[in-house]
């Protein structure tokens, strides 16, 4: 009896048969499919072992990074935070103070071909302080740079203001400045101000206007009497357009007998149109009249002058005159506002207004910073609020001075402005966007150095203090 064959003989028989196939069809007794999954063997073991090169060559890079100093713009020091500049021919490094001097020292460098990096975009590479030990030094740049501003990235909004913030116990104020202000919304209400050895000033309409407290006819007029005015700084009431002063007017040849029998010169005739609209005030003057706003006449009734109501015909044979300076005054004064803040706000597609409230047109979360020039009441500012908080370039801007023609400020997110001398320098700061703002903002505040890259290629010791 034979014995049965094993599935291991079975197995071997097939495959010398699949050998044989694969001789006699292809000239080769290796069969295709074996070739094939030997190549897929082949193929996965060497991604495996490139997939493990790859993760030791990022695991050492962790543990151990040393980029060359040489082949960076702008290097720190890991340890020390010391920053450099790296010139080339021969290879060594410039001490900087900072991001803003270090970029226009590429720029001098480049210009004498001592290197090639784009100064606009160069950022601080960190190196091992231990890297650095042997590297050859030149003295320091002779550019103090810009502290704590940002080159690059979101600007400050073209809204600026001046604001006096009243404490409402003590009665003092301080001044704040504000870039990137929420936009301006509405009328503001009117406000009376008085400046320590400025006068007194009625800001109505987005303008100030003089009073004189001693003045009771205007000041009764106007709603004033027994009003207070609240104390301000000289640089927020200076930086609204000045109206006419707001004093009753004299009338020329005031009680004369006026034209065409109707009165005095200096009556106020007063029309009231039918229908129930406002009634409108005339002054009878020598050789006709002239219409007022309702505070003119209030402020001439008050003033000793007669009052006569009179129909719309005799005003139509009064020859219509301008003789008194009224225009400017307002048609209607409501009270002034007591809040506890009044702002002078730019915008670029605004202008200027005025605006009272309990708080700094800012967001919740805008943070301030309390300025070293502080002097409460005095003529500086006492603080600063930026929005964004970092600062960044504007183009000052003001009456007589074409668009984008002003001076170029970098602001800091310190409050401090530093000068941009010229288009090369704001190139090599990498300045590629400055918002307008308003002259009378940026000169309250601190000014620090000019940033100038023709004075980048000077080198001293110590830089000034």
């Known amino acids: 009896m034979r014995t049965p064959a094993t599935r291991d003989q079975a197995d071997a028989h097939r495959f010398g048969v699949r050998r044989l196939e694969s001789a006699l069809v292809r000239g080769d007794p290796v069969p295709l499919h074996e070739q094939l999954r030997t190549q897929r063997r082949a193929a996965v073991a060497g991604a495996v ?83 650095l030990d042997a590297a050859p030094r030149t003295p320091t740049a002779a550019v103090p740079g810009a502290t704590a501003v940002r080159l690059g990235g979101a600007v400050v909004a073209p809204r600026w203001a001046v604001c006096d913030v009243t404490d409402a116990e003590t009665g003092s104020f301080r001044t704040v400045v504000v870039g990137g202000t929420a936009p301006i919304v509405g009328d503001a209400a009117p406000v009376l101000l008085a400046v320590e050895g400025g006068g007194t000033w009625l800001v109505v309409g987005g303008r100030r206007h003089r009073v004189d407290p001693a003045d009771r006819a205007a000041t009764g007029a106007l709603g004033l009497d027994g009003r207070e005015p609240r104390l301000a700084s000289a640089a927020l009431v200076n930086a609204l357009p000045e109206g006419v002063p707001l004093r009753t007017p004299r009338v020329p040849d005031a009680g004369a007998s006026g034209p065409d029998g109707v009165g005095e010169v200096g009556d106020v005739l007063v029309v009231a149109p039918l229908g129930g609209a406002a009634p409108t005030f005339h002054v009878l003057l020598a050789g006709g009249a002239q219409q007022v706003p309702a505070a003119v006449a209030e402020a001439l009734r008050a003033a000793g002058a007669v009052a006569r109501e009179v129909g719309p015909d005799v005003v139509a044979r009064l020859r219509p005159l301008v003789a008194l300076d009224v225009v400017g005054w307002p048609d209607a004064v409501t009270p002034p506002s007591d809040a506890p803040v009044v702002c002078v706000m730019w915008s670029d597609a605004d202008g200027t207004a005025s605006v009272v409230g309990p708080a700094l047109p800012v967001p919740a979360a805008a943070a301030g910073v309390d300025l070293a020039q502080a002097d409460g009441p005095g003529e500086r500012a006492d603080a600063v609020v930026l929005v964004p908080a970092g600062g960044g370039a504007v183009r000052a801007t003001g009456p007589g001075r ?56 000077r080198t001293v010791d110590v830089l000034p203090g």
Not at 72 to 77: F, H, I, K, W
Not at 432 to 440: G, L, T, V
């Open 49 to 131: 072992l490139g997939v493990l090169a790859l993760v030791g060559a990022f695991v050492w890079a962790k543990i151990d990074p040393r980029p060359g100093w040489s082949a960076q713009a702008v290097v720190v020091g890991a340890e020390s935070g010391a920053m450099y500049v790296v010139a080339h021919g021969p290879d060594r490094l410039v001490p900087v103070a900072n991001l803003p001097a270090g970029r226009l020292v590429l720029a001098a460098l480049r210009r004498g071909g001592a290197t090639g990096a784009d100064p606009a975009t160069a950022e601080p590479v960190l190196v091992a302080d231990a890297d």
């Open 402 to 457: 074409a668009p984008g023609a002003g001076p170029l400020w970098l602001v800091a997110a310190t409050g401090v402005a530093y000068g941009v001398a010229d288009e090369p320098t704001a190139h090599a700061l990498g300045i590629r966007a400055a918002e307008p703002a308003p002259e009378w903002a940026l000169r309250l505040l601190p000014v620090g150095g000019t940033l100038d890259v023709s004075a980048a290629e």
